[in-house]
């Protein structure tokens, strides 16, 4: 029996972690990063939310004034700037620390764009499952809450995915 190569699951990169010929990425760029897309999200959250909970949910029992359907978007789209900020700042932390994905060329880090879908795929799962709970907690409806988070998976996954290539150029926060 002939041995075969193994391909890697992700595509031709292969999975190194922190090899010495890689830049440094300092936990700052992580913060930045954070605090700009945080920005960006917390904005789609709150239209989101509203629209959801004015327009879905009274589908599924939920009826609220236009100025308590605000007051829910906003106390979402605030709360989750505290705990998307967190998960962000780690799930950045982790992907600095797994090379896959990247390289140098010249004096630049570069990131494939597999990398970037994949970062892109992994923290939506991980926001997405936090809006449901706070849409949840702060509607009480469990229906709405869905449809907000299920919304949110397809604007957040472009907006993010921007977000990522135009950081992936940037040099901040990268020491060669």
């Known amino acids: 029996m002939k041995d075969h190569p193994q391909v890697p699951v992700f595509g031709p990169e292969t999975l190194a972690l922190a090899p010495a010929d ?28 509203y629209l959801m909970i004015t327009y879905i949910g009274p589908y599924f029992g939920l009826e609220q004034s236009p ?30 620390w797994v090379q896959w994905g990247t390289s140098v060329e010249g004096n630049k880090r570069k990131e494939s764009l597999r990398r970037t879908a994949t970062k892109t795929f992994t923290f939506r799962t991980i926001a997405t499952l936090d809006t449901i709970m706070l849409a949840w907690f702060f509607t009480g409806s469990i229906e709405t809450a869905l449809s907000i988070g299920g919304l949110e998976i397809f604007t957040k996954l472009m907006l993010y995915f921007l977000h990522e290539r135009i950081w992936a150029r940037l040099p901040f926060g990268i020491v060669h």
Do not use: C, M, N
């Not at 300092?26 to 945080?38: D, G, L, V």
């Not at 979402?76 to 780690?90: G, N, P, Q, R, S």
């Open 22 to 49: 890689q830049p440094e990425i300092k936990p700052w760029r992580s913060i930045a990063k954070a605090i700009s897309w945080r920005a960006v999200g917390s904005l789609d959250t709150l239209l989101l939310s």
């Open 67 to 96: 100025g308590e359907a605000v007051k829910a978007a906003t106390y979402i789209a605030i709360t989750e700037i505290v705990t998307k900020i967190l998960f962000y700042y780690f799930h950045e932390r982790f992907w600095a």
